[in-house]
């Protein structure tokens, strides 16, 4: 079956300690986006690639980092995790960029601990 | 600035109806979504709406009225399953996606 794949699904790091969670999509979709989401909060986008283009969205702390080697992978880097990093992180794909009709495929996301 | 609102959180029974309402304030429109969020899983679309009325699919129903930035999910014969967040989220003028909060479902017996 087509899907989006997250690895690790839990992963506990220690304050400062760079983490790198992993995505990857059988879907051949052009547009991928990394989301953070907090308990009870709607989720908050963070970057998202139109093929190799990426977009970084203006309140994304600069401790976020991504990357996409090819079609079917991206990757989230934290590169010094805060107690208020602590969330889960969705990866989405979607089809054809603009469209208001893009359904969003969710991983089945990443859920980080910072001690 | 944009914004979604959805109540908190809702109770229903086993085998009733529930509307969950979302009103919505953004620059433009291009269609509104809602997906269902188990608790620590990701969400799942559930329904698309970008015109006016009400779309049917199984004991899910949702409406849009794009003059009144309003829309509303149906739930009929509610299961124990149905359990979970539902949200909205809207695309605007730009194709950016704003997501809602969510509405916590409580199913009771």
């Known amino acids: 079956d087509a899907m989006v794949i997250q690895n690790p699904r839990y992963q506990v790091t220690q304050f400062g300690k760079p983490v790198t969670l992993s995505c990857s999509q059988t879907?051949?979709?052009?547009?991928m986006y990394w989301y953070q989401q907090k308990s009870s909060q709607a989720p908050k986008l963070l970057f998202h690639?139109?093929?190799?283009?990426?977009?970084n969205e203006a309140d994304t702390p600069d401790n976020f980092q991504s990357r996409r080697p090819n079609t079917s992978f991206c990757f989230l880097d934290i590169r010094s995790p805060g107690l208020g990093d602590a969330a889960m992180y969705l990866c989405?794909?979607?089809?054809?960029?603009?469209?208001?009709?893009?359904?969003?495929?969710f991983g089945a996301g990443s859920r980080l601990t910072v001690l | 600035g944009q914004n979604i609102d959805q109540p908190t959180e809702m109770t229903a029974t086993e085998g009733a109806i529930v509307q969950i309402n979302c009103t919505y304030q953004?620059?433009?429109?291009?269609?509104l979504f809602w997906y269902q969020q188990h608790a620590g899983e990701a969400p799942t679309f559930l329904s698309y709406n970008v015109l006016d009325g009400l779309e049917e699919k199984g004991r899910f129903s949702s409406f849009l009225s794009r003059s009144k930035g309003y829309s509303y999910l149906l739930l009929k014969e509610l299961q124990m399953k149905d359990s979970a967040s539902y949200l909205c989220?809207?695309?605007?003028?730009?194709?950016?996606?704003?997501w809602g909060a969510g509405t916590k479902l409580i199913i009771k017996p």
């Open positions: 953004t620059s433009g429109f291009n269609g």
């Open positions: 989220a809207v695309t605007d003028s730009n194709y950016q996606l704003i």
């Open positions: 879907l051949n979709h052009n547009v």
């Open positions: 989405a794909t979607s089809g054809t960029g603009t469209s208001g009709a893009n359904v969003l495929t």
């Open positions: 690639y139109y093929d190799k283009d990426f977009n």
